[in-house]
């Protein structure tokens, strides 16, 4: 999927991230980056709001999760099942999350799970980065049901 559709599937799908103008970045087999500005972003404080850098992480890392099943020819729910954030600084600025596979080399393991059981878990987690600098961490389980009889 190019960067222009992953961005209109967000927006369209989950208008929260069209309302938080969140932008795709850049795509890899093994990452997804999404931006997002401070001004619908902002809190009381004048920084980014907590709600909004845990959901530009949640976002960037259920990307990654659909974008590999999409590449696998699976047709596929993928739903968080729980998340863990931690804060490290305030943002005062545009801000990004980054995504990973918490343990890369289970994805083998994940995909044949999910093609024998049709439900499979897995752990991703996303750096939220402001300034080159890591502002916070993010990491999530989401679990991926297959659509096909």
Same mark, same amino acid.
């Given at each position: 999927?190019?960067?222009?559709?992953?961005?209109?599937?967000?927006?369209?799908?989950?208008?929260?991230?069209?309302?938080?103008?969140?932008?795709?970045?850049?795509?890899?087999?093994?990452?997804?980056?999404?931006?997002?500005?401070?001004?619908?972003?902002?809190?009381?404080?004048?920084?980014?709001?907590?709600?909004?850098?845990?959901?530009?992480?949640?976002?960037?890392?259920?990307?990654?999760?659909?974008?590999?099943?999409?590449?696998?020819?699976?047709?596929?729910?993928?739903?968080?099942?729980?998340?863990?954030?931690?804060?490290?600084?305030?943002? +005062?600025?545009?801000? =990004?999350?980054?995504?990973?596979?918490? %343990?890369?080399?289970?994805?083998?393991? $994940? #995909?044949?799970? !999910?093609?024998?059981?049709?439900?499979?878990?897995?752990? +991703?987690?996303?750096? =939220?980065?402001?300034?080159?600098?890591? %502002?916070?961490?993010?990491?999530?389980? $989401? #679990?991926?049901? !297959?659509?096909?009889?």
């Amino acid at each position: 999927m190019e960067i222009a559709a992953l961005e209109q599937y967000l927006h369209h799908q989950i208008p929260l991230s069209a309302a938080m103008n969140v932008t795709v970045s850049g795509t890899t087999p093994d990452s997804v980056i999404l931006g997002a500005p401070l001004e619908p972003n902002i809190n009381h404080k004048s920084t980014a709001f907590g709600g909004s850098l845990s959901t530009l992480g949640i976002l960037a890392a259920w990307s990654l999760v659909h974008l590999r099943l999409l590449d696998e020819g699976e047709d596929c729910e993928v739903v968080i099942q729980s998340n863990q954030m931690e804060y490290h600084k305030p943002v +005062v600025g545009p801000f =990004i999350a980054r995504s990973a596979l918490a %343990v890369p080399t289970i994805w083998p393991t $994940f #995909v044949k799970t !999910l093609r024998r059981r049709k439900l499979a878990r897995i752990e +991703v987690y996303s750096e =939220i980065i402001f300034n080159e600098d890591i %502002v916070g961490k993010l990491t999530g389980r $989401f #679990v991926a049901f !297959l659509q096909k009889p």
